[in-house]
C-alpha cells in the first residue's frame, strides 16, 4: 500500500487528532506548561481513557479537544474541521452537532425533568427529535420509568445515566466524558462505564475519557497516560493489573491523584466554565 493510501485510510478511520499541542498558563516564574507538543489521534468507533497524576495535562488534552479551550499552538480537527482556528459561533455549532459531553457533575438542569434534560440540546438547537432513537437510548439506560422526574429525585447513577442518554441523543462524532464516574459509587460506576462501553460495540461511538481511576480506564480499548504535558505511555487493551503497573513503575499512585486539580487544570477550568 503506497504511502498516500495509508494516509487516507488513517484519516478515514480517524474522528479527531491533535498535532503538535502546546498549551500553558501563568506568566513569568509562574508558568505552568500543560501540553507539550502532543500528538495524537482518536479512532472511530473506540473508547479512549486519558490517565495520568494530578497536573499532567489530561483535562487540558480533552478541553482542547473538544473547543472548551484553545491551544497556544498546533491543531486540532473533529471531522476533519479545524476546531483550533474556530470562532465562538462555529465553535458553538460544533459542540451542538458533533460532540456531546459527560461531566463528572452531571450539568442537569434542575427544574427539568429526565426526559426534558436529555432533549434539551436538540431544542436549543431546534432539531428534529427522533421517537424511535429517543425511546431505544432511554430503554438501553433503563430511565423508562424515571422520565418525569427531576434530577433531585434521582439518585447519582441515575442523573450520570440521563446525561449518558442526553450526550448519545444527537448521535455526535465524538462524546468527551470528564471523570463520568467520580461522584458515583461502585455499583452505578459500573453501570454507567457498561453502558458506554455497549455504546462503543453497538452504535460505533467514539468516546475520550479522563480518568483517575485505572478500573473504569480498564474499559476502555486504549489507554493514553500524560506526565508534565507529553504521553509517556499509549497502551491498547489494557487489563486492570496492566494499568496498575504502569503507575507503580513511574512512582505515580493514580488512585491517590483524584480530588485535587493542577494549576494548569484549575486555570483551564476556570477560563471554560462558561462554555459548560
Not at 475519557?209 to 485505572?214: E, N, S
Amino acid at each position: 500500500m503506497s504511502e498516500t493510501a495509508v494516509s487516507n485510510t488513517v484519516a478515514a478511520h480517524t474522528v479527531a487528532s491533535a498535532s503538535d499541542l502546546t498549551k500553558t498558563y501563568g506568566t513569568h516564574d509562574a508558568i505552568v506548561t500543560a501540553l507539550d507538543h502532543v500528538s495524537v489521534n482518536f479512532e472511530r468507533g473506540k473508547m479512549t481513557a486519558i490517565m495520568g497524576p494530578s497536573g499532567s495535562g489530561k483535562s487540558t488534552l480533552m478541553h482542547c479537544m473538544a473547543g472548551l479551550d484553545t491551544p497556544d499552538s498546533g491543531t486540532v480537527l473533529v471531522e476533519n474541521l479545524k476546531v483550533s482556528s474556530m470562532t465562538q459561533k462555529q465553535l458553538t455549532k460544533l459542540r451542538r452537532e458533533q460532540i456531546g459531553f459527560i461531566f463528572q457533575s452531571f450539568n442537569l438542569i434542575p427544574t427539568l425533568s429526565a426526559e426534558e434534560n436529555i432533549l434539551l440540546p436538540l431544542e436549543i438547537s431546534k432539531r428534529k427529535i427522533d421517537r424511535d432513537w429517543f425511546n431505544h437510548i432511554v430503554d438501553v439506560v433503563g430511565l423508562q420509568s424515571r422520565l418525569t422526574h427531576r434530577p433531585s429525585q434521582l439518585s447519582g447513577g441515575q442523573q450520570q445515566r440521563v446525561a449518558c442518554a442526553r450526550a448519545m441523543m444527537s448521535r455526535p462524532s465524538v462524546i468527551f466524558a470528564d471523570e463520568p464516574t467520580g461522584n458515583l459509587d461502585s455499583k452505578s460506576s459500573g453501570e454507567v462505564l457498561g453502558f458506554l462501553k455497549s455504546s462503543v460495540q453497538r452504535y460505533n461511538q467514539t468516546i475520550v475519557m479522563v480518568t483517575h481511576d485505572p478500573r473504569a480506564a480498564s474499559y476502555a480499548d486504549r489507554v493514553l497516560v500524560l506526565a508534565d504535558g507529553r504521553i509517556t505511555n499509549d497502551m491498547k487493551e489494557p487489563s486492570y493489573e496492566e494499568i496498575l503497573a504502569v503507575f507503580a513503575n513511574e512512582g505515580s499512585d493514580s488512585s491517590q491523584s483524584t480530588q485535587k486539580d493542577d494549576a494548569a487544570d484549575d486555570a483551564s477550568a476556570m477560563q471554560k466554565g462558561s462554555h459548560r
